[in-house]
């Protein structure tokens, strides 16, 4: 099977940056998620008042911030990695990091310009956690998935360090 070009591994993550400037926009203001999300959840829960309302819409756009990044930071190990599962590389997970961490402040940058938006570097830390969570799950997948060593014992985490 001939080998992928190493771009195509790059592509994931560059679509999900260009989903992340949608996202930036004003169309995805608390305002405009609240026009169509309120109804929605006034569907599923009619009795939810409007303070339990706000904290609700509030935590679900953290959530977002929260499952973005850690996509992002996903797509952007994948794409260092060039689709090498079992090799674990610090330098890979730091530059990915690294990006996610850029992406998510100018993601706010540009947010604290728009009219219907504010830029806080509260949500940047949140993206930053979002995308350590998601290169600690890829450390861990690599550390129990990795290849069985010569000679080495049945399950080569337990036994000897990276």
């Not at 998620?33 to 756009?61: V, Y």
């Not at 850690?70 to 090799?87: N, P, S, V």
């Not at 069985?148 to 014992?153: A, L, T, V």
């Amino acid at each position: 099977m001939p080998e992928r070009p190493r771009a195509l591994y790059w592509l994931p993550a560059l679509l999900w940056i260009g989903i992340i400037a949608v996202e930036s926009t004003q169309g995805f203001s608390s305002a405009h998620t609240d026009s169509w999300l309120r109804p929605l959840f006034s569907r599923l829960l009619p009795d939810l008042s409007q303070p339990s309302w706000e904290l609700l819409h509030k935590g679900l756009r953290k959530l977002g911030h929260w499952t973005g990044y850690f996509i992002l930071a996903t797509t952007l190990h994948w794409g260092f990695r060039h689709g090498d599962r079992h090799t674990w590389r610090w330098l890979r997970a730091l530059a990915a990091l690294g990006l996610v961490l850029l992406v998510a402040s100018l993601d706010e940058l540009h947010q604290a310009f728009l009219p219907s938006r504010t830029g806080s570097p509260w949500d940047v830390l949140l993206d930053l956690f979002g995308g350590c969570c998601a290169i600690t799950l890829a450390r861990l997948r690599s550390h129990w998935t990795r290849p069985k060593r010569e000679g080495g014992p049945e399950r080569p985490g337990l036994s000897y360090p990276d």
